[in-house]
């Protein structure tokens, strides 16, 4: 689901993207267990496609393990010349992503 300019994930149900471009951050955000300020690594992609409609938007992973699963497709952009099926499985600390590779045609 698009809302505004960012990819929001809805539990179990699978999303296919395409990315143009990524880049990295580092972002101060709440802890929401302490209320405390914790800085983060942030990998973002620019969407130009979700599902069947073209997009301008970005998908942001504050998840490590989420972000290690495109870490093989960031050297050269590799992932210009994929679609990425992505299902968002769980709530907060509990969430998991399960993701599906698809070769452009």
């Known amino acids: 689901m698009v809302l505004e300019n ?3 994930l809805k539990p179990e149900v699978p999303a296919r ?9 580092r972002r101060t ?3 929401p267990k302490t209320g405390r300020p914790t ?3 942030v990998l973002i992609f620019e969407v130009d496609r979700l599902d069947s409609r073209e997009v301008a938007a970005k998908y942001s992973i504050m ?6 699963q495109f870490e093989p497709y ?3 952009k590799l ?3 994929y679609d990425f099926i992505i299902t968002k499985h769980g709530e907060s600390y509990l969430t998991s992503w399960s ?7």
């Open 74 to 76: 960031l050297k050269d």
């Open 17 to 25: 993207l395409h990315f143009t471009d990524h880049t990295k951050e």
């Open 99 to 105: 993701v599906a590779v698809i070769p452009k045609t």
């Open 79 to 81: 992932y210009r010349g």
């Open 63 to 68: 998840s490590e393990k989420h972000a290690g």
């Open 39 to 41: 800085s983060r690594n």
């Open 29 to 31: 955000t709440t802890d």
């Open 6 to 8: 960012y990819v929001i």
